[in-house]
């Protein structure tokens, strides 16, 4: 797959910049000599009429005398200003010469017998299908009117070979210009190829920063973030070196007790043995059901680049169809478990996300709170915001261990009730992906622990309250 050059990006946008100034230059150029009154055509055609009027002041009298003193101002005014034309001698002006009487004394061959304009200064007109400009003005004395005329095609013919040799000028300055940008570019991105060497010279798995000969101030965000990302791709392949070595653990002891209770129940010699050890080992069972579960729901939740579709969902329909599964391991704690939600409440999460936190929290309460306590589940919304709360009055967890029982297979020191240690872990890490905060509230009756987890605004569908 052939890439774009970075090369020829830069030599690219240098062509299109030096353009771009050509174009504006040429239009300026253009635009100064064409302007009306004020440009440099019809300065030139006005001093043409200015010298005309003065050479001819003095000749009104004989008309020999004045056609041969026209006739070389016009030559000098031809060769020594109009000298742009590739071909000055085929230029031929038109003008008319008055005296003070309003009588035409001389006129060229293309001037009419009748004044080719009546307005005074620059003006311009439109005579047998072609666009003319003229410029009519009087001798110093006010003996002599002279008006000049000249064709727009005439004029601008005039110009073209300025602009010519301007236009052959420019793209020469462009052509060497974008040679040495050429160089100077190859030069100046050999620090990249550098650089790009050395992190081909990396070995897997080294995080190592990158450290390069010698950091530009263009390169050095590069090799900044290049480390940066070095750092936080060690930081989680260390974390899942951990969690490997955590689930290890946490899957080790399970598995040797259900190994033992097999054993335990191949040799059992009675029907109340075999039913003991078999209750004991579906219980087991149970237990690493459980583990295994957890663990992938913390592995899926902590992926990279992980992400839930989130929908509109009836979340209060949601938490009372996971009550009623959660209700069997209630009961058989002999845990009272009641349920406080308004008949419907829409909110955009994602459904399975949202279950498995209501599962956690549940579960968790059910877990720790002693045979004959009570679970009590909340669902508010109020102004504009969804809450889930779910308080107990079992033990509780104390004000220094709340900040650790996040972590994952953190179990607070003492604890007899089995569990992963992964609850809270899953459900903080959820809420994080639905922009929900998690935080503690009072247990029941100011016993026990309370857990709220809030929706936030943008999380709360339309009609939601």
């Not at 005309?52 to 002041?57: D, G, H, K, R, Y």
């Not at 237990?287 to 729901?297: D, E, G, P, V």
């Not at 504009?384 to 967890?397: F, H, K, Q, S, T």
Request: aromatic letters at 6%; proline letters at 4%.
């Amino acid at each position: 797959m052939k890439h774009p050059s970075l090369v020829r990006r830069i030599i690219g946008s240098q062509i299109l910049m030096m353009s771009l100034s050509w174009m504006v230059l040429v239009g300026w150029l253009l635009h100064t000599m064409t302007t009306f009154e004020g440009g440099d055509l019809d300065r030139r055609m006005k001093y043409f009429a200015e010298i005309l009027a003065e050479t001819s002041s003095g000749s009104a009298d004989d008309a020999a005398l004045l056609a041969q003193r026209l006739r070389a101002t016009q030559k000098t005014y031809v060769e020594g200003v109009i000298e742009t034309l590739e071909n000055s001698e085929s230029y031929e002006p038109t003008y008319q010469v008055f005296n003070a009487r309003g009588a035409l004394l001389y006129r060229t061959g293309l001037a009419p017998q009748t004044p080719l304009t009546d307005r005074p200064g620059i003006s311009a007109a439109k005579v047998g299908g072609a666009q003319w400009r003229f410029a009519r003005v009087q001798s110093s004395d006010g003996n002599m009117t002279v008006i000049v005329g000249e064709r727009e095609s005439d004029r601008w013919a005039s110009i073209l070979p300025m602009l010519r040799i301007i236009g052959t000028g420019q793209v020469l300055i462009l052509a060497s210009a974008l040679l040495i940008t050429w160089w100077a570019t190859r030069r100046g991105i050999e620090p990249l190829k550098l650089l790009a060497q050395r992190i081909s010279e990396r070995q897997a798995g080294d995080a190592a920063p990158i450290r390069a000969p010698l950091v530009y101030a263009e390169t050095l965000p590069m090799v900044q973030e290049l480390n940066a990302l070095l750092a936080r791709e060690s930081c989680r392949l260390e974390a899942e070196r951990g969690f490997l070595a955590d689930a290890a653990h946490e899957l080790r002891t399970p598995l040797a007790a259900i190994a033992a209770q097999a054993h335990l129940l191949m040799g059992a010699g009675d029907a109340t043995e075999r039913q003991r050890l078999c209750l004991s080992l579906e219980a087991g069972l149970d237990r690493l059901s459980h583990l295994l579960r957890q663990l992938l729901t913390i592995a899926r939740v902590d992926a990279p680049g992980m992400q839930f579709d989130i929908v509109r969902t009836d979340i209060a329909v949601l938490l009372r169809d996971r009550l009623a599964e959660l209700s069997a391991i209630a009961r058989a704690r002999a845990i009272g478990l009641s349920l406080d939600c308004p008949e419907t409440l829409h909110a955009m999460v994602n459904p399975t996300g949202f279950a498995s936190i209501i599962d956690n929290l549940v579960d968790n309460a059910i877990r720790y709170t002693p045979s004959g306590g009570c679970v009590c589940v909340q669902l508010q919304a109020q102004d504009r915001e969804i809450a889930l709360i779910v308080r107990d009055n079992g033990p509780g967890i104390a004000p220094g261990e709340r900040d650790r029982v996040f972590q994952r297979f953190y179990r607070i020191p003492g604890s007899t009730s089995q569990g992963s240690g992964l609850g809270l872990a899953i459900v903080q890490r959820i809420a994080k992906a639905h922009n929900a905060s998690v935080r503690f509230v009072e247990g029941i009756a100011g016993s026990g622990l309370g857990i709220m987890v809030r929706l936030a605004q943008a999380a709360v569908a339309d009609g939601a309250r």
